[in-house]
């Protein structure tokens, strides 16, 4: 075989199914308003829910590291690689999320698999949510354990099959935040089935870390779940902190653990040290001023207000992912480009990201939108759904 014709047909259907997927160039910072493809456009699709991405503070934080330390990390943690910057911020993080230790992954996605298969084996059970992220769902099947998918937030239908699982160890995994939908995991009734049945409890706060809690350290502080409740807290830094990488957050021979076993871990290079940085610079933010998660949630209020007014299908959400419901694959690709011929930028999501019938318009907000902008986004919205 010389080529690769034999994909073709696959492409051609992807395309066939609206499902077909195409980058857009970003030639801007990421902000409130961004230029894709030429074209100015309020960007109502970026993770940057807090606007930290081109904050001041935190672009000086990774020009002086970059000053000091350099580009590259030049090796894994465990070689040359693990610096001051990463100590610091795994220090931080852990006070932050009220953990015993932290510990850096280069994304949340190595960060999901490098938990689950260093906690289970074939003789396992790992449970996992309907609607959990792709990360989460190869980690369980990457692990080898016996791989059990309960109804989304259905305790029920996770309590039997906890009930029907034999021996060896358990582990509950959610997203604290779904990322398609915006609803909340129901992580005191998952904290207390765990509790029952013996069973680990790991949450992905991709979504939650930064905008969720008092201080922002996400679900857990929440739903006021400490270590023993919730031993196991995965977040990403490339959403609300506006950075990039990843950490897990849990006791101490959690975080020896999988420094001892997690390949994901061992055998990739660190993250540049000015990344770390950086991110240091968004913890400071994030922690000593509460302003920018008072602004984002006056932003979901306004427009949750505004979209329900104007009698749009919002589904049930009250965090800065407010997807409306469309359902073809095709409409929403069209509704998309419509409102970015209005200066509107809003992802559409298809299968298979979400179940067949169910694509959707995936509006995020941010803390960076002025009431203006989100005004004009409900215009946009009101015009091309009429």
């Known amino acids: 075989m010389s080529d690769f014709s ?65 580009v590259g990390s030049g090796a894994s943690h465990l070689v040359c690689g693990h610096g001051q910057c990463h100590q610091q911020l795994e220090e931080e993080l852990a006070a932050f999320t009220g953990r015993d230790r932290a510990l850096l992954f280069s994304t949340g996605y190595m960060a999901n698999l490098a938990v689950i298969s260093t906690l289970l084996g074939k003789k396992d059970f790992v449970f996992e949510d309907k609607l959990n992220h792709a990360s989460l769902i190869d980690g ?60 680990w409890l790991m949450v992905d706060d991709a979504h939650g870390i930064g905008v969720l809690g008092d201080s922002g350290a996400g679900c857990a502080e929440h739903f006021s779940l400490d270590q023993q409740q919730l031993p196991i807290v995965m977040a990403t830094l490339g959403k609300a902190f506006g950075s990039f990488g990843a950490f897990v957050a849990g006791s101490e021979v959690l975080i020896e653990s999988l420094i001892q076993f997690a390949r994901p871990y061992i055998y990739t290079t660190a993250l540049p040290p000015a990344v770390a940085a950086a991110s240091l610079a968004s913890l400071k933010l994030i922690r000593d001023d509460g302003g920018q998660r008072e602004r984002l949630r006056h932003a979901i209020s306004h427009f949750k207000q505004g979209a329900q007014a104007l009698g749009l299908p919002l589904m049930v959400s009250d965090t800065a992912i407010q997807p409306l419901l469309i359902g073809s694959s095709e409409q929403a690709v069209s509704l998309s480009e419509q409102l970015a011929e209005r200066g509107v930028l809003v992802g559409a999501i298809r299968p298979p990201t979400v179940a067949v019938n169910t694509a959707r318009l995936r509006i995020t907000l941010s803390a960076a939108h002025s009431e203006a902008q989100l005004q004009q986004l409900l215009a946009a919205l009101a015009e091309v759904l009429a």
């Open 140 to 199: 369980g099947l990457l692990s080898a354990a016996r791989f059990q998918r309960y109804l989304h937030n259905d305790m029920d239908s996770l309590e039997k099959k906890l009930a029907r699982a034999g021996e060896g160890r358990k582990l509950i995994v959610v997203d604290g935040v779904f990322s398609m939908d915006g609803d909340l995991a129901p992580l005191p009734a998952l904290s207390a089935l765990a509790e029952k049945y013996q069973a």
């Open 6 to 70: 034999s994909l073709n047909a696959a492409l051609e259907q992807r395309r066939n199914n609206s499902l077909y997927r195409q980058r857009r160039l970003l030639e801007s910072a990421q902000a409130a308003e961004v230029v894709i493809d030429g074209k100015p456009c309020i960007n109502f699709c970026s993770n940057d829910y807090l606007g930290l991405a081109n904050h001041p503070a935190v672009v000086t934080a990774f020009q002086q590291a970059a000053n000091d330390y350099g």
